[in-house]
């Protein structure tokens, strides 16, 4: 069983770039041919696809965010990660990370969420 | 982007009743190659991310009771949960996956009368 676990600052000061790192176990990111998401969901409002990554390296944003994110993956420490730029108030959220079987399926895995508060 | 309408947002149905949710989309999630909707519903309790419920429109995870079914085509979905049972009290969501940026719906809070 697959568990995916979000990690990072919970507090950002707004200009900076938030950076958070999803952790996988129960399965190599390495080996396996999913797919691997960003998804955040502001308090009360829809969630927000942010965009994924393949294990090779390639990446597919939420045009609405393309210029500020950045993801990569490190298939020896199973983990993935998202960088934003440039945050504003705008991007506080809970943001997940969740895992895809292939790139035309949903998520089916999720982690537990992290709470990302952009203030100063 | 293919924004998706939920229907209602909240609704209150009784223990042992039947509820049902809408969602539309602003373009069709169907793609003719293969025939298939790439829709997927999600319940999401609170202080949990959401749980995959049903894809392919009509799909149900496998563990997920069969009380929970899909149905619809093109631009027209509908979740029913029939026999409502207190642990179905949840905010659920469709999302479309055939195109990118994959979007949500705004959810639907479901409650007990």
């Known amino acids: 069983q697959v568990q995916l676990q979000e990690s990072g600052p919970g507090l950002v000061e707004p200009s900076q770039t938030l950076s958070l790192t999803c952790t996988v176990s129960g399965g190599s990111i390495g080996s396996d041919t999913y797919y691997w998401s960003w998804i955040r969901q502001p308090a009360g409002k829809r969630l927000e696809w942010i965009g994924r990554i393949y294990t090779s390296g390639s990446t597919d944003y939420n045009p609405s965010l393309k210029s500020r994110v950045s993801m990569s993956v490190d298939t020896s420490k199973s983990q993935f990660s998202l960088k934003l730029s440039s945050v504003t108030a705008a991007d506080t959220a809970v943001y997940y990370c969740a895992r895809r079987a292939t790139n035309s399926s949903p998520e089916d895995s999720w982690g537990q969420g992290i709470l990302v508060t952009v203030s100063s | 982007d293919i924004v998706m309408t939920q229907s209602p947002d909240s609704l209150a149905v009784s223990l042992g009743e039947r509820a049902t949710i809408n969602c539309k989309s602003s373009q069709t999630v169907l793609y003719n190659s293969n025939n298939r909707d790439y829709l997927a519903w999600f319940q999401q309790k609170p202080g949990q991310p959401p749980k995959l419920l049903i894809y392919?429109?009509?799909i149900r995870v496998s563990g997920v009771p069969d009380r929970f079914s899909g149905s619809g085509s093109g631009t027209d979905f509908t979740l029913t949960i029939s026999n409502l049972q207190a642990e179905d009290v949840a905010v659920y969501y469709c999302q479309q996956y055939r195109t990118n940026p994959l979007t949500f719906g705004q959810g639907t809070r479901l409650e007990m009368k």
């Open positions: 392919w429109a009509s």
